[in-house]
């Protein structure tokens, strides 16, 4: 069974998570926040992350 934990997420509820997976969520969850902070849209925010994780593969 997968070890999972719970953190927040960039409006502060309570999520789940897998343990080796909680840093990974934790940067996206950051860049998130600071992204909605400068202004951004939640569809702009999407969006970006969206592209960068398509990069990213």
Avoid: T
């Amino acid at each position: 069974m997968e070890e999972k934990v719970i953190v927040k997420s960039y409006d502060g509820k309570l999520v789940s998570v897998p343990l080796d997976k909680k840093e990974e969520y934790l940067k996206v969850q950051k860049e998130i926040k600071e992204l909605l902070d400068s202004g951004k849209s939640k569809e702009e925010v999407l969006k970006i992350i969206n592209e960068r994780k398509d990069n990213r593969v």
